[in-house]
């Protein structure tokens, strides 16, 4: 109802060929990469503004949660998410945009939760064969 369009893509077993073909199908002259295991915590307000500083690779806060002697810890990765159009990744894992723009913090937190046990659980031994055939 509010105009979003779905669009498949066959898993090749490299996260940039997943992430640059949405970035493909998107039309917008930014684009804000999230994974299907965070949300936006916070810094909204901002993100329209970091949108008008031109050219540049926006890195937010990842704050991911972990499962740790039967409590959550949290950890903080700064990371580029926001991208202007036509910025594309490299690497089959642990991808990265290949821009070479000014990387500039932003105060968006990006909520994170595939690191908690049962999570974990389902993504077992996928990365080692990615780290082999990179």
């Known amino acids: 109802a509010c105009g979003a ?13 997943a992430r640059n073909a949405a970035l493909a199908a998107a039309n917008a002259d930014w684009n804000l990469v999230l994974d299907a295991d965070e949300w936006i915590e916070s810094g909204t307000e901002e993100l329209r503004d970091a ?11 990842i704050r991911s949660e972990y499962d740790l002697s039967g409590h ?14 036509g910025v594309r990744y490299k690497g089959r894992i642990h991808e ?9 913090r932003l105060p968006l937190v990006i909520g994170h939760d595939g690191y908690m046990n049962a999570k974990l659980d389902r993504k077992r031994g996928r990365n080692h064969a990615l780290l082999q055939q990179e």
């Open 5 to 17: 369009q779905v669009h498949h893509f066959t898993w090749v077993d490299d996260f940039s060929a």
């Open 51 to 61: 949108c008008t500083f031109g050219p540049l690779l926006g890195v937010v806060c």
């Open 72 to 85: 959550v810890e949290h950890s903080n990765s700064w990371i580029a998410r926001l991208l202007p159009r």
């Open 96 to 104: 990265q945009p290949a821009a070479n723009l000014q990387r500039v």
